[in-house]
């Protein structure tokens, strides 16, 4: 008989994660939890107080794997792969997205990770207001364009051309839709991913006049 992994926090919140991975959050109850790592609902509650306690450990599991902008390089560069990193485990972990700003008992990493962005911006010379502008548009586009990108009727990296192909707008209805399909998509090797960088630099673009204009 193969003994098991004593059960602790970091066992649940890793079975709740996989969990969610497969079945969304919808999925995540405690017993099936439990039934993920083999053992009854109620042996959970020695190690989380109940499904609002997992869900807070969730958002702070999610949080800590994003990576954290570092305090002492410059800050477009710290927030862009800050971006890309928080694009990347949003898309591996979609259910993240609805949760993340949701919860009232944020843990640890959670805070760190609010307290680190604050900080890079703020070390760089933003204000206080202009930071709290910062953090919600990046992260605006951040949340939202990951959105986007899980949401398209094709695989990301595949499919945008057979769609496309499928879908064949008449140019004499839809002039621009055409000309746009014509020009970028068909046999281009689009890929809307591509786009996630070009949009974010606009953002930071932005921030990046804002902060100059005020300290003019």
Request: glycine share 8%.
């Amino acid at each position: 008989m193969v003994e098991r992994p004593a059960l602790n926090r970091s066992r649940v919140i890793g079975a709740a994660v996989g969990v969610a991975d497969r079945s969304g959050l919808a999925g995540v109850s405690m017993r099936n939890v439990g039934r993920e790592l083999g053992v009854e609902a109620m042996s959970l509650y020695h190690h989380v107080a109940g499904k609002e306690d997992l869900l807070d450990a969730m958002a702070d599991w999610i949080f800590a794997r994003i990576e954290l902008p570092a305090l002492d390089r410059p800050w477009r560069q710290a927030i862009a792969d800050r971006s890309a990193s928080a694009r990347r485990v949003l898309s591996r972990h979609p259910w993240a997205l609805g949760l993340l700003e949701s919860r009232s008992s944020p843990g640890p990493a959670l805070l760190r990770h609010h307290d680190t962005v604050l900080g890079c911006l703020r070390n760089s010379g933003f204000s206080v207001r202009l930071a709290a502008h910062a953090y919600s548009a990046i992260d605006s586009y951040v949340y939202g364009f990951v959105l986007t990108e899980l949401n398209l009727p094709f695989a990301p990296g595949e499919g945008a051309e057979e769609f496309t192909a499928a879908l064949a707008p008449p140019p004499g209805v839809y002039p621009y839709l055409a000309e746009f399909l014509a020009e970028l998509v068909v046999g281009k090797g689009y890929d809307y991913g591509d786009e996630f960088t070009y949009g974010l630099a606009l953002v930071l673009d932005q921030l990046e006049r804002r902060l100059a204009e005020q300290d003019a």
